[in-house]
């Protein structure tokens, strides 16, 4: 199995910054690509931005120039920098892993942390 721990979330005024950190550990092995998603109360978990095994990144355009995803392999723990925070980016944060295995594609969520932006 494979266990994500995030870290990192809190309260921030708008216009500042954090940084979530996520480490995965387990049967880690077979990792396709790593990210962060987000949810509001009565929304759909939404992608905030992904990062391939092969170091491609995709962002949501909300957070596009605001946003940085990246990874470091040898703690296999993937970060998301936010910068110029928006009261609309208030939400629970979800770090994502995707394994692809010879039998199928794997997908695991941590248990996610809240991010409250404040005017």
């Known amino acids: 199995q494979v266990q994500l721990v995030e870290s990192g979330g809190g309260l921030v005024q708008a216009g500042g910054s954090l940084r979530l950190s996520c480490a995965a550990s387990?049967?880690?092995?077979?990792?396709?690509?790593m990210g962060w998603y987000r949810q509001t109360p009565g929304n759909q978990r939404e992608l905030v931005a992904t990062?391939?095994?092969?170091?491609?990144?995709n962002y949501a355009d909300s957070v596009k120039g605001r946003f940085t995803i990246s990874r470091d392999d040898s703690k296999n723990t993937v970060y998301l920098q936010m910068y110029s925070l928006k009261l609309e980016d208030t939400a629970v944060y979800y770090c994502?892993?995707?394994?692809?295995?010879?039998?199928?594609?794997?997908?695991?969520w941590g248990q996610g942390t809240q991010v409250t932006v404040s005017s």
């Open positions: 994502y892993l995707r394994r692809l295995l010879f039998s199928g594609s794997y997908e695991y």
């Open positions: 387990g049967s880690i092995f077979g990792i396709n690509a």
């Open positions: 990062i391939t095994h092969g170091g491609s990144t």
